[in-house]
């Protein structure tokens, strides 16, 4: 599904390396995991892979179903599939939710050369989505996360995933800023949609969350870099231990 | 004092490119009262505190400059769905033929052409009589200039709730032309009147509205400043609002070379209401001066004014504002915000607004702002798939919503965002 190649990254406008050699193979239908210290890395590779301005990609390639995804722009990325919902989404004041969500959906239909969707049609599907996410008709009326709790933008990402079913979901923190009931509903928001054509990259810093979207694998990142890989138990032996004992052993 | 040799002349030569239009005693008088008004004060020039940020040199020459006739054939004329009593100017000229009959329930509609040459007539009270109080403390000069010289307008005595906005349309045909129209507008109590406006009007237009809400009355206006690109406009609304009345006033305005629009409203019946509200558009050459001042004279009321701007190319935006709260003005609520969207460096916004508050009860704010397109919320929505172009209408629209979201009707609401997008969509290609 997706191939990170020896990914290096450093800013656009200063000269500090973020990311310093990335591999990543993301097969199709499976959960992958990243964990890691503060500041390793994490969301740049989400914003990189999404086509944020902002970033030099100094070396490496990225490929989505075989596709070199760095020429793409943002919303051609979108197109192809792919999907990052936000550590920090922001705050449109002025455009609806609603509003923001059909245009999406059906710019990308459209940039896939497929029909639009009726307004509805697509009423009908999101009013259906937003009630299993437990969003209500209010927060779709809305402007778009403006004066959303935490929890609930959280939610709202996920809304826009379960209606714009990208194939390559990139999940940064979703889990931060979320109640226990809220975990829930979006782990089971995310579970719903796993199936063998579409892969998760899942950003956390708890085990908690992979106890809902349980992973077949899970990353370490540090410094830039993919410093270990292994099953669930690696989640835990974060959790117990914290990162000192991984960062010890391929130092 | 004297006036500056230059000024003067500057008048003179105004004045004497246009003949006084002939009129009965009534208006004979307001125009002759308003001639020496302008000859006392003289026409402004940019050396002029009120002037800083506009250059009045065109709106005063003698002649107008020309402007280039444009046919917008990519565009269903405005309000075109909606029910309305069609009044027709074309360079300033009514145009019968194309006008509906000046009938409708709950209102008398009459032209200033017909009615001023009666002696007497109710618009006597009104006609250059706001005009003449909105001098003070500013002086408006091409307002007086108006009274004096204007061709023709409509006077419109609101006694009940007609059952469709009165639309006046302005055409521009003939490249050399200069207009100058004058409109009364009375709203008896308890009655409600919207008025639309649209056109380019003129290759210069002057435009003066005065516009006497009496207590409970409801006054609505919604206006679009037509695409010519050369035309040039100095507009005047002069309101007084009575108890418990409501001013709502409304401006879209995609290109232009030139545009001043000013708007001067005294609020002296307590519990009334004003809301001032304009989106403008410019690409280019575009100067766009709004220049607002509502006095609050009574207790209770409450002012909006609401002024955004999207600018690129070079065009300019100009803001002054001011809320001038009496001493008796308690409960006052002010709140006026201008800001703009600037979509590249050459373009500019230059704001001054003001309050100045001599109650002590009172609650007013204002704020202004100029800024860039919010980069992460543009990738945001590409970054769902809306490609980059309608990603930044997206974010255009969202920042002029709080001025659109002023219009009351939704029809028209929504007939106004139309050509919005359509303006936005041809500049996209
Ligand atoms: N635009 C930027 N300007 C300056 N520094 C940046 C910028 N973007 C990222 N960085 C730096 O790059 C490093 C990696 O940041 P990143 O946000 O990717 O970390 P993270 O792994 O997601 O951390 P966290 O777990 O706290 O979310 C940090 O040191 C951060 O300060
Ligand atoms: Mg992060």
Sequence with gaps: MLEIKNLHVKLEEEDKQILKGVNLSLEAGKVHAIMGPNGSG????????????????????????????????????AAAGLFLAFQYPVEIPGVGNMTFLRTAVNAQRKQRGEEELSAGDFLKVVREKAKTLKIDADMLKRPVNVGFS??????????????????????????????????????????????????????????????HIKPDVVHIMADGKIIKSGGPELALEVENNGYADILAEVA | MALPDVKQELTAARLDANAVPESGAWLAAARADAVARVQSMGLPTKRDEYWKYTDPTTLTSAQAPEAAVFEASDE??????????????????????????????????????????????????????????????????????????????????????????????????DASSDAVLHHVVKVEAGASVTILENGPAAARFNKCMEIDVADTGAFHHIRAQGRDHERRAVTHMFGRLGTESVFKSF???????????????????????????????????????????????????????????????????????????????????????????????????????ELEIYADDVACSHGSTSGAIDEDALFYLRSRGVPKGRAEDLLVLSFLAEAIDEIEDADIAADILGRLEAWLERRRG
């Excluded at chain 2, 769905?81 to 360079?91: A, P, Q, S």
């Excluded at chain 2, 250059?128 to 500013?138: D, N, S």
């Design chain 2, 76 to 173: 269903a004329p405005l309000y075109d769905t909606i029910d309305r009593l069609r009044v027709v100017f074309v360079d300033g000229v009514f145009d019968a033929e194309a006008s509906d009959d000046l009938t409708l329930e709950g209102v008398t509609i009459e032209r200033l052409s017909d009615a001023g040459r009666a002696d007497i007539h109710w618009a006597k009270d009104l006609y250059g009589v706001l005009e003449t109080k909105g001098q003070i403390p500013v002086e408006r000069p091409l307002a007086a200039l108006n009274t004096a010289l204007a061709t023709d307008g409509l006077l419109i005595h609101v006694t009940g709730t007609p059952t469709k906005p009165i639309s006046m349309i302005y055409r521009h045909k």
């Design chain 1, 150 to 211: 935490g929890g609930e933008k959280k939610r709202n990402e996920i809304l826009q995933m379960a209606m714009l079913e990208p194939k390559m979901c990139i999940l940064d923190e979703t889990d931060s800023g979320l109640d226990v009931d809220a975990m829930k509903l979006v782990s089971e928001g995310v579970n719903a949609l796993r199936d063998a054509g579409r892969t998760f990259l899942v950003i956390t810093h708890y085990q908690r969350l992979l106890d």
């Design chain 2, 251 to 353: 401006t879209l305005t995609a290109n232009g070379v030139l545009t001043r629009n000013e708007v001067v409203l005294e609020l002296t019946g307590d519990d009334a209401q004003a809301h001032v509200a304009g989106a403008a558009l410019g690409d280019g050459a575009f100067h766009h001066d709004d220049t607002v001042f509502i006095t609050h004279d009574a207790v209770n009321c409450e002012s909006r004014q609401v002024f955004k701007k999207v600018l690129r190319n070079g065009a300019v935006g100009v803001f002054q504002g001011k809320i001038l709260v009496q001493p008796d003005a308690q409960k006052t609520d002010g709140y006026q915000i201008s800001q703009s969207l600037l979509l590249d460096d050459d373009s500019q916004f230059l704001a001054k607004p």
């Design chain 1, 42 to 77: 994490k969301s740049t590779l989400s914003y990189v892979l999404s086509g944020k301005d902002g970033y030099e990609v100094t070396d490496g390639e990225v490929h989505l179903l075989g596709e070199d995804v760095l020429d793409m722009e943002p919303e051609e990325r």
